[in-house]
DNA sequence: TATTGTTATACTCTATAACTATA
DNA sequence: TATAGTTATAGAGTATAACAATA
């Protein structure tokens, strides 16, 4: 025999099967849009890179040597705020299949300067090309202007100084 | 005695040296930008939040359960794209800190409906007031036009459908 | 004494397989 | 037979502590 609060559950279940979920806490926040954005474009980095056996990590820095030759791993572990420790077991990985090389640096030799091989070139040109295209049709949503818009907003988040 | 190649070497790690790191590649890609906001953004929840001891997946359950009481557990793990048998431990820890109820849903007895108790609707309000003004100040290089354009393009691209 | 980089290790997050109960 | 949820477990990603070599 239903209790008079058991009915009113049941009727609160079923309200809330029958309404579109509401999210406008969470829609309200950039921190959360942020990240819904960028895990929907994960998934196409992964599907088209997975051909060239590259993470976001490798390629960020294979792109950061590619643009920046003989800088040292202390800059680069700064750049993509990748630790020490981590760095150094990534950077065995990309050495492993040839894609870079490791020299104690001159000027100091507590440090190592880092520099890609023809390979690791090549295999960061291509990278370069697939990332670019595939940006494009994550967020082909957007047209040029707009996505220029974003970026820019994007950037005084983490670069407030540059404004 | 110095090769010429070596001098040559030597010459290109003090120019990678004196040089400002060339992020341009990086920068123009929505997805690097997007994990660069998301990561600046959550250091700073990160210290707010402690003190509630709320990470940022409990903090969604919670403003979504705030807004949508008496949801499934399954639309509950769509909507935060957190799996099914992550969100069960999840819903352990919270229950178990008295801050929601599982109920069997009496019209689908597979599954279970959530609702948050007085003391976590309490937490979801105070969570919800303390992410709202941490988010103003990660966000303050932006106007709130700026910030409302922000939000519309990210939602642009992981809702395109909505225009 | 401080810095760069490495090794070892622990912790969190996320993903998968197998199971129970209900439809 | 399919779905909601749970348990157990494995893997990836990230963080910390201790160490060697150089400054």
Redesign the interface.
């Known amino acids: 025999m239903p209790t008079k609060k ?1 009915e009113q ?2 009727n ?6 029958d ?1 579109p ?22 998934p196409l ?1 992964h599907e088209r890179m997975s051909e060239l056996d590259l993470r ?1 990590v490798d390629f ?1 820095v294979l ?2 040597l ?7 791993q202390k ?1 680069l572990s700064n ?1 993509i ?1 990748v630790s020490p420790p981590n760095l150094a077991i990534l950077l065995d990985r990309l050495e492993a299949r040839g894609l870079l090389l490791r ?1 104690r ?3 100091d030799k507590r440090s190592q ?1 880092l520099i890609l091989t023809a390979e690791g070139e090549r295999m960061a040109v291509e990278a ?1 090309d697939k ?2 295209a595939l ?1 494009a049709d ?5 047209s040029n202007a ?2 220029a ?3 820019k ?6 670069q ?1 100084s540059r ?1």
Not at 21 to 42: D, K, P, T
Not at 138 to 142: D, I, M, N, R
Request: charged share 15%; aromatic share 6%; hydrophobic share 45%.
């Open positions: 058991h559950f049941v609160a279940v079923q309200e809330a099967a309404q979920l509401n999210q406008e806490m969470l829609l309200s926040l950039v921190g959360y849009n942020c990240r819904r954005a960028y895990l929907s474009i994960m980095f976001t960020s792109s950061l590619h643009a920046n030759p003989n800088i040292t800059r750049a705020n020299q640096n001159p000027l300067t370069e990332v670019s940006e994550a967020t082909s949503a957007l707009e996505r818009q974003l970026l907003l994007l950037q005084k988040i983490f407030p404004g």
